[in-house]
């Protein structure tokens, strides 16, 4: 009865027990094996070892499941993650645990089993009505809701304390002031409302003709900036999981045994269990599915030996894969429906016959250059209505930055007017509207004047410069300026103290992390890890 209530009430994937996601904040934080010992040997049923103690598979097989019922929860289609970021996020999570763990123990912290009896009691999702569930309920819930045995959850969740420990006296150190908050304040709250004058180069394009002896003259000097592109040829393969879910055969045994062992997956939306006779296809579909990413990994181990030994069709052939498919020739910027840009631009970094392969998602690109058709310079009929627009083009800018630079020019004599200076040249003066330093420049696509917008004032109003943005040029003067309100100030300070101290958290626990990492001896499994080609 209370397990049902739990299983309504809490849905522990999400509220999580393990305490690593509340640690590490984000995942990931650019941590590259290379620089921690991948590769290394570790003992038969390890995942990592850090400093000379074990994480074992079991550890990261449950981190990795969790962090995927993570993502299945907050609506990210699993199909969309690469399979490597899944591993090497719950790897990286239980590297940073047993980091800290080891840490706190180094620093003399230790978890009383009080404490720990109390982590446990007090925790929601042991929890029914704000009261604890008792031990033979909290005892089956661990066994059969977490699949672990109570021992080596308390083990996990006693490391996880210690590391809550280490990292709230990390924490502890962190302050922010007033002023700090109030200049945070300011940043996001002031603001600027500019005035401007567009004056676009194409409204002088057609001022200009490019005669035959100025483009000559120009190709001649710049003959090295005129050349095809680099053409190639390219065989490939996709492979995925799906490609050998029919090689894998289900017994009754395993559907029961399947349907047994994952309750929650065949439920009515009453919140009842579904009879096997009804999801039996079901059941059979996720055990082939599974099958099928179980075969796809092994094929993967060996995938990097059979590229350098076989050809694609071998490859194919052996593993009953579809057909390979030939492209080309295509430059290294083509935009294709089947082949992601990056296995395109991977394509251009070998040498013609030679092959690799590429992942992306859960898709594996086996791709052989089978032709290159070099880059050549062109010739000057080839490259004449380049040279003519590029030329026509740039006497366009020069003669709008020209007119700009006069009309900058007369604003300054009017005493920083750009409005005056604007209707002398016929021009039509525009406002952006108000925005902070944090927002876009509206009506203007241009960091430069956002930044220099904030040194303008009623004294000197007007910028020093004409700008560039978007193939248009401008000339900026301040209108209007709206100061940060204080009382905002003090109804936004509780909400910017939480925000700054979450940041500085962050970027604490990352330097901590990262330098705990640079003083250690991680070693990885690297048979966890697909290859990346």
């Known amino acids: 009865m209370i397990l049902d209530m739990l299983r309504k009430g809490q849905t522990w994937v999400t509220k999580g027990i393990l305490i690593v996601l509340a640690i590490t904040f984000a995942f990931g934080f650019g941590f590259s094996f290379s620089n921690f010992g991948f590769g290394g040997k570790v003992p038969e049923g390890t995942s990592a070892e850090v400093n000379g103690q074990k994480i074992s598979l079991l550890d990261f097989y449950r981190a990795r499941e969790r962090l995927r019922a993570q993502y299945r929860e907050s609506g990210v289609p699993e199909e969309a993650l690469n399979q490597n970021f899944i591993d090497m996020t719950a790897l990286n999570q239980l590297i940073d645990l047993q980091l800290l763990s080891q840490k706190a123990k180094e620093l003399g912290f230790m978890v009383t089993d009080e404490e720990l009896s109390e982590a446990i009691r007090s925790n929601s999702v042991f929890q029914v009505d704000g009261q604890f569930i008792g031990l033979n309920e909290y005892r089956a819930f661990v066994e059969q809701r977490l699949n672990q045995s109570v021992s080596d959850f308390e083990k996990m969740y006693r490391e996880e304390l210690l590391a809550q420990k280490v990292v709230k006296l990390m924490f502890d150190t962190l302050n922010v002031t007033d002023e700090e908050l109030f200049d945070t304040y300011k940043i996001r709250n002031e603001k600027v409302n500019l005035n401007f004058v567009t004056i676009s180069p194409e409204d002088f394009k057609d001022s200009y003709t490019i005669n035959e002896e100025e483009i000559k003259k120009y190709y001649e000097n710049n003959k090295s900036e005129f050349k095809t592109p680099e053409l190639r040829s390219v065989r490939y393969v996709i492979i995925s999981p799906d490609d050998f879910i029919n090689r894998v055969d289900v017994y009754q045994e395993e559907i029961k045994s399947y349907y047994e062992a994952h309750p929650d997956k065949f439920r009515s939306n009453e919140d009842e269990s579904r009879p096997l006779a009804e999801v039996k296809g079901e059941v059979e579909a996720d055990i082939k599915k599974e099958g099928g990413k179980a075969l796809f990994r092994e094929f993967l181990e060996n995938l990097k030996e059979s590229v350098d030994k076989k050809s694609i ?9 579809g057909e390979v498919k030939v492209v080309g020739p295509i430059s290294v910027t083509a935009k294709l429906d089947d082949i992601p840009s990056k296995v395109v631009e991977k394509a251009f ?24 058709v070099p880059s050549r310079g062109k010739t000057l009929k080839e490259a004449e209505g380049e040279i003519s627009e590029r030329l ?3 006497k366009a800018k020069e003669a709008a930055k020209a007119k700009a630079n006069d009309l900058l020019n007369k604003a300054k004599m ?12 016929g021009l039509k003066l525009q406002e952006t509207g108000y925005f902070s330093r944090l927002e876009r420049v509206p009506e203007i696509n241009s960091d430069e004047i956002k930044v220099d917008a904030f040194f303008l004032d009623k004294k000197n109003p007007l910028a020093s410069k004409v700008y560039e943005a978007d193939e248009k040029i401008y000339i900026v003067s301040l209108k209007e300026e709206q100061d940060a309100d204080p009382k905002g100030f003090e109804e936004e300070k509780g909400q910017l103290k939480e925000e700054e101290l979450s940041q500085r958290k962050r970027e604490l626990y990352i330097d901590w992390i990262q330098r705990l ?4 001896k991680i070693n990885i499994n690297d048979k966890l890890l697909l290859p990346q080609g």
């Open 349 to 372: 970094t070998i040498k013609q016959g030679e092959k690799t392969f590429a992942q992306v998602g859960e898709k594996i690109y086996i791709i052989q250059v089978s032709e290159v």
């Open 392 to 394: 026509q083009s740039m």
């Open 313 to 321: 069709d071998e490859i194919t052939k052996e593993n009953g894969l």
């Open 517 to 520: 990492r640079q003083e250690s």
């Open 414 to 425: 009017n005493g920083g007017n750009l409005e005056e200076a604007a209707i002398s040249f």
